[in-house]
């Protein structure tokens, strides 16, 4: 029940206009975008982590952020799973190794509505 707690503390948003799906967090919902466009916040901890331009150890830094909260991608199928594709707030997007991003959620949620009017879950997903 942490998990759920997380993602509900969080926020959602309705998967459709008919709003009996619901989605958390935020991010996750599905109306207009393929799966490898959703995302979440997180912090990407550290002095100076180094953002790259691809997925691998030996790829050129970009530039640099300490401690600062992005978007992290969530991948539609994790090719590379020892780092994370983020964009920050002022438009750059790169990589970073997986173990500096921290977030509190590790699930998605989704509710639905039913004909008497009372939600249930009928998805969780790893986000990662």
Do not use: C
Request: no cysteine; net charge negative.
């Amino acid at each position: 029940f942490h998990e759920l707690q997380v993602a509900l503390t969080m926020g959602g948003e309705f998967a459709n206009d008919t709003k009996k799906v619901y989605k958390v967090p935020s991010g996750m919902s599905e109306s207009n975008q393929s799966k490898r466009d959703h995302y979440i916040y997180v912090t990407v901890t550290g002095n100076k982590t180094k953002i790259l331009a691809e997925p691998k150890r030996e790829s050129q830094i970009l530039y640099e952020v300490s401690n600062e909260m992005v978007k992290a991608w969530i991948p539609e199928k994790v090719q590379n799973d020892e780092y994370i594709k983020i964009s920050t707030f002022n438009g750059n997007t790169g990589y970073v190794q997986k173990e500096y991003v921290l977030t509190d959620i590790k699930y998605s949620f989704v509710f639905e509505k039913d004909h008497e009017g009372i939600w249930k879950i009928i998805n969780i997903d790893s986000i990662w």
